[in-house]
């Protein structure tokens, strides 16, 4: 249920009118509508003019303070420390809880953003709530003081010895916020307390994890209380611990600025932003001319990886959307504001101010905010599926985007608020982006904005969020499983007569033949029937072609159903639809986005825009979504599917898509006569 207080939600957000858009479901402009509600404004047709956000400090300070009093506001609910905070009608895991069972990780991940705001040379330190004044810099104490402390009610506990650990991920952004505000806390906190800080942190590097992206956890861990030891005698870090977890990390580095999240294996997401490059960040800002040569090494790295960074967001502002922890939402600015303050950022102030302001922007009006709980919500948006959360997420997750509030420690002076925007990549021009080492391709249409990402290998887990043959800033993917099936938007998946079915949704190998095709080869199994599969995407503009080359055996025949991306409606959207015999067309009545497929070679017969399983309330984004489809009969043996697929936020006539699928693309029929 819902928070019941005396005080207004309203009064909070209605100091600026755009805050009021986080409270319905329909508000975000480039994606269009998703409930009930007035059509958003467009000013500017989107793709067809550059247009500034709008938004300064004032913006972001609105934003940060909402979210800050929604916290204040829960903790002291939950207790008088602000060491801990349960949020209303949130999900409670046992992952990192006090004894008394309450949540400590939504207090964790505030904590960077409160740090930030307190390092600032200026900016109002302090937040009221209820009519009640709180300073920042008491509530960080108090929150440090009774978390680390073993006789204290709320104490974080310590992590145990013999098994990995939250607290372990938790302290390396606790570590980093006492870094960040020591000169101007660090006195408020007596020898013994700051010996409390010390035991807790130490305890959380007790076991080594350096199977994946955690080792950048202790590392940064014993960076800050390396950093800190220089003046406070309490603290002590340990260097060849924080070497051995750097060594980890180095072998998990892949090229191109990119890490795989393993040792071995072939994992691209983007953990690459919001761990591999602002934890490097993090230890560097601290401890980094200590280690001159690891500097040099992560530097160069980061400086790869921020080079096409500005390519991976859409005209919309939103990142394409891809891969786990997606709640995040704009921890994906973290390194970016991190890289800048440090003289890191490539590209011009202009630049960096449009991929933080949209992105900023295009999340938050998109409804993060759940305003009758004072809390980011656990969905992207108000009716969005809560499968975009993993079975880790808990109420206190969400805040882990908390951290690009870093930005908050810039003086209102730095250019950071006041430089002149400047165009994305896709909002100056088409673009085709190969990054080679973790296989990625990135297309853009400056046009309508989109943003499409392909991958050419995988081996990560979590089916649903990794395995479609690609992925748009305009197109949200079905993220929920019926059944524990992957629902088919764009892929081409397989179903028995008896339901059993199968798609892309293991790993899978493949390569970038071009900056405009990929080709994969990977296997499904439909009941008892092993399917294998190689097939090719070739991209033209905002068409993809995509051709398969399917063999199985055994004695049943298959459907086999090519699917376009999944085009999102509001609650109460029907699609308008367009159909011929081996072709359909659907277009969302408001957004005006459309998709497109017509069978090609093998399929021989359209299926009109509808969910999954008779579920249409499975999408990462919108309350609903449909797929259009072609489709084939297959008996056992060697087949060839052939059929192009079309999706635009700004779509061509009917007429133009037809005229401009009548003809294969050489690719495509060199890859039908040729194979891999």
């Given amino acids: 249920m819902g928070r019941q207080s005396s005080r207004k939600n309203s009064t909070q957000l209605n100091r600026r009118s755009f805050l009021k858009k986080s409270t319905a479901a329909a508000f975000a402009p480039a994606l269009g509508m998703l409930a009930c509600g007035p059509e958003p404004e467009k000013a500017v047709p989107e793709g067809m003019a550059f247009q500034a956000s709008g938004y300064s400090f004032a913006e972001w300070d609105e934003i940060f303070r909402t979210i800050t009093e929604g916290f204040i506001s829960n903790a002291l609910r939950t207790s008088d420390t602000f060491a801990v905070c349960d949020y209303w009608a949130g999900t409670l895991l046992d992952n990192f ?11 964790t991940r505030i904590m960077p953003a409160i740090a930030a705001r307190i390092a600032s040379p200026d900016g109002d330190k302090k937040i009221t709530v209820d009519g009640r004044t709180f300073d920042l810099e008491d509530i960080f ?17 310590y992590p145990p010895k013999d098994r990995w650990s939250q607290r372990q991920v938790e302290s390396s952004i606790v570590a980093w916020s006492l870094w960040l505000t020591a ?31 955690w080792a950048l956890f202790t590392a940064v861990n014993h960076a800050a209380r390396m950093a800190l030891a220089e003046r406070w005698p309490e603290f002590s870090g340990d260097p060849e611990f924080f070497r051995a977890d750097l060594e980890a990390i180095d072998s998990m580095y892949q090229g191109d600025g990119w890490y795989h999240d393993s040792p071995e294996g072939h994992e691209y997401d983007y953990y690459n932003f919001w761990v591999f490059a602002s934890h490097n960040l993090y230890w560097d800002a601290m401890v980094g001319e200590r280690f001159p040569g690891l500097r040099e090494k992560f530097r160069s790295r980061l400086k790869a990886f921020l080079e096409t960074v500005p390519y991976f967001f859409g005209g919309n502002g939103s990142h394409v959307l891809f891969g786990r922890s997606l709640i995040y939402r704009w921890a994906t600015l973290t390194p ?25 922007q295009f999340l938050w009006e998109a409804g993060a905010w759940d305003p009758e709980n004072e809390k980011l919500r656990e969905t992207l948006c108000p009716h969005s599926s809560r499968a975009i959360c993993e079975s880790y997420i808990n109420h206190g997750h969400p805040y882990w985007g908390m951290q ?20 994305l990549p896709v909002e100056k021009d088409d673009f085709r982006k190969v990054i080679a080492a973790p296989g990625i391709l990135l297309h853009g249409t400056k046009r309508t904005g989109q943003v499409q990402v392909l991958q050419s290998v995988c081996t990560k887990g979590y089916r649903n969020k990794y395995y479609n043959f690609s992925y748009s800033s305009h197109f949200p993917f079905n993220v929920e499983m019926v059944d524990n099936l992957v629902p088919p938007d764009c892929s081409l998946s397989f179903e028995e007569a008896s339901g059993a079915y199968g798609r892309r949704d293991t790993p899978y190998t493949g390569k970038i033949v071009s900056d405009r095709q990929l080709v994969w080869e990977w296997s499904t199994n439909v009941g008892q029937t092993e399917v294998k599969v190689k097939s090719a995407a070739y991209l033209d503009d905002e068409f993809q072609w995509r051709a398969h080359i399917v063999s199985f055996g055994g004695e049943k025949s298959l459907t086999a159903l090519e699917s376009t991306y999944a ?62 489809s072609v489709a084939a009969e297959l008996e056992p043996g060697r087949h060839i599917l052939a059929a192009a697929t079309y999706a635009s936020p700004e779509p061509l ?10 003809t294969i693309p050489l690719n495509i029929n060199i890859f039908i006569e040729k194979g891999f």
């Avoid at 009917?654 to 005229?659: D, K, P, Q, R, S």
């Fill in 653 to 662: 006539t009917i007429e133009e898509i037809l005229a401009k699928t009548l």
């Fill in 141 to 157: 104490v108090s929150a440090l003081v009774h978390a680390t402390d073993p006789e204290s009610k709320d104490f974080w506990l």
């Fill in 97 to 107: 809880i006090t004894a008394a069972t309450k949540t400590c990780d939504s207090v």
């Fill in 404 to 423: 690009a509030f870093y930005a908050m420690s810039f003086p209102r002076s730095d250019p950071f608020w006041s430089a002149g925007e400047e165009p």
């Fill in 567 to 628: 085009l999102g409606l509001g609650l109460d959207q029907t699609p308008e639809t367009r159909r011929g015999e081996t072709w359909r067309y659907g277009r969302a009545p408001v957004s005006g986005h459309a998709v497109f497929i017509r069978a090609i070679r093998g399929f021989d017969r359209g299926c009109n825009p509808e969910g999954f399983r008779g579920r249409e309330n499975l999408n990462s984004f919108y309350p609903r979504a449909v797929q259009a």
């Fill in 336 to 360: 970016l504001v991190l890289a800048y303050r440090m003289g890191l950022w490539p590209h011009s102030i202009g630049l960096l101010r449009r991929i933080c302001n949209r992105n900023l």
């Fill in 183 to 213: 000169e101007k806390l660090m006195d408020r906190f007596s020898p013994q307390q700051r010996s409390n800080i010390q035991n807790w942190l130490a305890s959380c590097t007790v076991q080594t994890v350096r199977e994946n992206n």
